[in-house]
């Protein structure tokens, strides 16, 4: 296929689905996942897409707003949050911070789950406001609009008095080199204290953050216990993680 036979079929797709992935492209167009990539720059450079960690999106979509990445990669989110919900157990105290893939894990907690969950997430603890037997903890601070979470030394003084069992932190980028990084430089101090707060740390991440960087360090890559990603565990791209000793689900 010529280029701009690739790039108009790029163009269509995002037309339909506001986004498209260079991972599934690279599939259905036949070719390299460098070859998709030099495309969707091309084509964001032209101003006719916007590039992102793993593909590209719409000009009309944001995908660092809350309500965009909301349906962005949902079955995806969806798998790693049913693989995730294996790792509770009643009587934990769980830190969970914002992100969408952390309120899909939300809303599939069984509901005979007894755990203390303590979160700065708006809309994780709306969604279980109705839960039969999870007792909710709303961190309150300034609320960071784009994430929906609470952040400021409020928050971060309030973390810092608790010791969780599980902290579940909602993964912007990791990368198994140069860590756990944030867009926000506040969101990014409370992540780092719900860490140090608790015994294990769990990543939840899709696949196109997996080997990302973000400007703000949260901590080494290493510091998580346990990564869940919609991979087999044997996948290539895990390897690194797995060699820094991370559990893989």
């Not at 995002?14 to 030099?38: A, F, G, M």
Request: contains cysteine; glycine residues 6%; aromatic residues 4%.
């Amino acid at each position: 296929m010529l280029k701009d036979e690739r790039h108009q079929l790029i163009l269509d797709t995002v037309r339909q689905q506001n986004k498209v992935l260079t991972v599934e492209l690279s599939q259905v167009l036949q070719v390299s996942e460098d070859t998709i990539r030099r495309d969707l720059k091309e084509l964001s450079e032209q101003g006719q897409v916007k590039k992102v960690h793993g593909g590209a999106v719409s000009h009309s979509l944001n995908p660092y707003s809350y309500q965009d990445r909301k349906v962005y990669a949902d079955a995806e989110k969806k798998q790693i949050a049913t693989k995730a919900t294996k790792l509770f157990r009643s009587g934990q105290v769980v830190f969970m911070d914002g992100g969408t893939s952390n309120l899909e894990l939300a809303r599939q907690f069984p509901q005979h789950l007894e755990i203390t969950l303590i979160t700065n997430s708006l809309p994780v603890a709306v969604e279980l406001a109705d839960h039969p037997m999870i007792e909710i903890i709303f961190i309150g601070g300034k609320l960071l609009k784009t994430a929906q979470v609470t952040i400021g030394p409020e928050v971060i003084e309030t973390v810092k008095g608790i010791r969780a069992d599980i902290c579940v932190l909602g993964t912007r980028s990791i990368h198994h080199q140069l860590g756990i990084t944030e867009i926000d430089w506040d969101e990014t101090k409370v992540k780092r204290a719900m860490m140090e707060s608790s015994a294990e740390t769990v990543s939840l991440v899709i696949k196109e953050k997996i080997d990302t960087v973000q400007p703000y360090i949260i901590g080494e890559s290493k510091k998580v216990d346990i990564l869940v990603s919609s991979l087999d565990k044997h996948d290539p791209l895990l390897r690194p993680y797995i060699a820094l000793g991370i559990e893989i689900i």
